[in-house]
């Protein structure tokens, strides 16, 4: 079972946005895609996320479910401030932080692979780039605002699924059960 830790998911928040410290690049298509991959990446590199934090899909891609709570968190304690204004003919909201984040409760390890996951969304992608390199099968056969879980996000692509697929499945159930 996956442990969600909404302290951690709102300091990794914070230091996307630290991060980020040219407002231009970080948009909510970014701060949500930094947040997801962060998570992601962690979660194939140990089983678990960092955050553990559930993400649904929405119309750019995954959104932390609780992201709007912790934003208004960050912005009444200070932290950070958002700035709602056009680009590219869209309304975009920046975030820019204005107090450094506490990341002690992150290991150096899972720093180097947030600061990666950062660097992959913010600065070498657009929100158009990453929103279409993310939105893989899987992602496609999720309605808008369900869930998509971690596991299912380590499948590429659609595959047939076989005879022994559902034996597997169902093996798997009864132990759980």
Not at 94 to 101: G, H, M, Q, R, S
Request: charged share 30%; glycine share 6%; net charge negative.
């Amino acid at each position: 079972m996956i442990r969600r830790d909404v302290k951690k998911l709102k300091a990794l928040t914070h230091y996307v946005c630290w991060k980020c410290e040219n407002p231009a690049i970080l948009g909510a298509t970014k701060l949500n895609k930094a947040l997801w991959v962060s998570d992601l990446w962690w979660y194939v590199r140990t089983g678990a996320p960092i955050t553990g934090e559930t993400y649904v899909k929405r119309q750019y891609g995954p959104v932390p479910s609780s992201i709007l709570t912790i934003l208004g968190d960050l912005e009444r304690e200070g932290a950070i401030v958002t700035r709602e204004r056009r680009y590219d003919g869209f309304n975009k909201r920046d975030f820019i932080a204005l107090t450094e984040p506490d990341i002690s409760m992150f290991t150096p390890e899972e720093i180097s692979v947030i600061d990666k996951a950062i660097d992959f969304v913010c600065h070498r992608h657009t929100a158009k780039s990453i929103s279409r390199r993310t939105h893989d099968d899987i992602w496609k056969i999720a309605e808008i605002g369900e869930e998509i879980p971690y596991h299912a996000m380590l499948a590429s692509v659609l595959g047939e699924v076989m005879p022994e697929d559902v034996d597997w499945a169902r093996r798997l159930e009864e132990v759980a059960a």
